[in-house]
């Protein structure tokens, strides 16, 4: 293997490492969030340090390989992608972060209906499941997938545009449960954002297998819509 | 885009005897811009830049057919005159190749073999051009020192200046900075930027990020082919043919 494959498989490997960690930490979110385990939140807000550090790491490796490489054309692609799926990763954790910090302010498990009406664990499952997913369309450098995830991103967005109504009409049934539904409203927010940012990690994987910048055709498109 | 074509190649083929050096190559360079040409060795990129001043009529068995055309005249013609030619298309080498002579012989070289014998018009052109190549500076106290007391990136600033002279409207440059070394190739560099605003050049090398960074286009060889000519960003960033990439990312082979 070239000198300069070695080094990017070692970029790559790092990065899945990351990957990895920032999805356990969603996973333990979810957990966290269902049984309203305030140890387990307190272990996430923990570990989210430990992502950081991952961040700081392959931001340091990118710059060497720069430096050293000055890499073109595919290599430039993957390290350019690499940077910039390391930035998201790092946000994805600090959303996992963000949930831990909700659940802390929940005293006990989320009522049963709420769960229902929000419709925030199968929201909850289809970010994990699109995080999955995009982590397959990394290492199989595999654009259709990336593509086909980009548009699974409606689901949450639909639930998130719902939510705030839902959320509403239970807290007036439920005056006793509004700090609950606020932290749940907040938990959704959350998973909206990481659909966008495995969107963002998902055009960085086209952007490096085809050299096409697909955020602009969307940008366009989202202008018509 | 509306650009003007200096330099063309069309249908060109090129032997040495029975050797086919170059296959039908076709290629329209920019007027005042650089035109890298890369490939591995041997591929035929110092064969083809030669065939815009007919360098290679001196070498025993070289043909070509097809056309090159300067401002849209075929240079092969038969009433192209040679000398006119070359005072046109200027020639750089690797090596630098400065004459056993003074600093200022050197550079009024092409000016005195064209008849020209007025001191004051040679020393203006030896000032004038020694300046465009960046050494004005650095030689003007020792303008009749022998060249060959000259540094490396000196030498080859100097054989710059020389081509410079001619008031050529075309500069080729055979790995002009290969020998020199990071600082002498910045200079190198430097000069080939600012000379493209009067000068239409073609630049081989063999340093990518040289390519990268001196040149508008980008034209890669592969054995005597014109694989894949483009914008040198987009070379660089998004080659369409596997083997541009693979030369370029350094995976050939
Ligand atoms: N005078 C010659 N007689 C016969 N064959 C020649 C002659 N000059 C070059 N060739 C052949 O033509 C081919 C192209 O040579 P050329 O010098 O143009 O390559 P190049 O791309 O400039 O290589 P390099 O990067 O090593 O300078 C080579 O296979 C070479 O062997
Ligand atoms: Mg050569």
């Known amino acids: 293997m070239p000198h300069i494959d070695v080094e990017l498989e070692r970029l790559k490997t790092k990065l899945l490492e990351m990957w990895d960690l920032v999805e356990y930490q969603l996973q333990s979110g979810r957990e966290a969030m269902l049984n309203a385990d305030q140890e387990l939140a307190k272990l996430i807000v923990k570990r989210d340090k430990k992502v950081n550090q991952y961040d700081l790491k392959i931001d340091r490796m990118c710059e060497n390989f720069f430096a ?21 990763l790092e946000r994805i954790g600090d959303t996992a972060e963000g949930i831990a910090r909700f659940v802390q302010k929940l005293d006990s498990p989320v009522d049963s209906q709420l769960l ?32 086909a995830l980009i548009k699974r991103d409606k689901m949450l967005n639909k639930i998130y545009r719902k939510s705030d109504a839902v959320a509403t009409k239970f807290m007036q049934e439920n005056p006793n449960k509004i700090s609950e539904a606020l932290a749940i409203l907040s ?39 | 885009m509306g650009k003007k074509t200096k330099l063309e190649a069309i249908d060109l083929d090129a032997y040495y005897g029975d050797f086919h050096a170059l296959k039908s190559i076709n290629i329209a360079m920019e007027e005042k811009a650089v035109t890298a040409f890369i490939g591995p060795s041997g591929c035929g990129k110092s064969t083809f830049l030669r065939t815009f001043n007919r360098m290679n009529d001196y070498i025993e068995g070289f043909r070509t057919e097809g056309q090159i055309l300067i401002d849209n005249k075929d240079i092969y013609q038969k009433d192209v005159r040679v000398d006119e030619l070359r005072k046109n298309v200027g020639m750089v080498f690797q090596k630098p190749n400065p004459f056993p002579k003074s600093i200022y012989e050197n550079v009024v070289y092409g000016l005195k073999i064209q008849g020209v014998k007025k001191k004051s018009v040679l020393e203006e052109a030896a000032e004038t051009s020694l300046r465009r190549a960046a050494l004005w500076d650095e030689v003007k106290d020792k303008l009749h020192k022998s060249a060959l007391a000259l540094s490396g990136g000196q030498q080859q600033r100097l054989c710059i200046a020389r081509a410079l002279a001619i008031s050529p409207s075309v500069l080729l440059m ?43 286009y980008t034209a890669f060889f592969y054995m005597g082919e014109l694989v894949e000519f483009n914008k040198t960003k987009t070379m660089f960033t998004s080659p369409k043919d596997e083997r541009t990439q693979n030369y370029i990312t350094g995976r050939f082979g």
């Open chain 1, 187 to 225: 938990i959704i927010k959350k998973l909206e954002r990481v659909g966008d940012q495995v969107t963002n990690i998902a055009e960085e994987i086209i952007f490096y297998r085809e050299a096409k910048f697909v955020k602009h055709k969307q940008d366009k498109k989202k202008k018509k819509d």
């Open chain 1, 116 to 147: 229902e009406l929000t419709q925030v664990l199968p929201m909850y499952e289809e970010a994990l499941a699109m995080f999955a997913e995009c982590r397959v369309a990394f290492i199989s450098n595999d654009p259709k997938l990336a593509k």
């Open chain 2, 174 to 216: 055979d790995e002009p900075a290969s020998a020199l070394d990071p600082i002498s190739t910045a200079k190198v560099e430097e000069l080939i930027y600012e000379l493209k605003n009067d000068y239409t050049i073609v630049i081989v090398t063999h340093n990518m990020q040289q390519a990268g960074r001196v040149s508008d």
């Open chain 1, 68 to 88: 050293l490489f000055t890499p073109v054309a595919v290599d430039l692609r993957m390290v350019l992608a690499v940077l910039k799926i390391n930035a998201n």
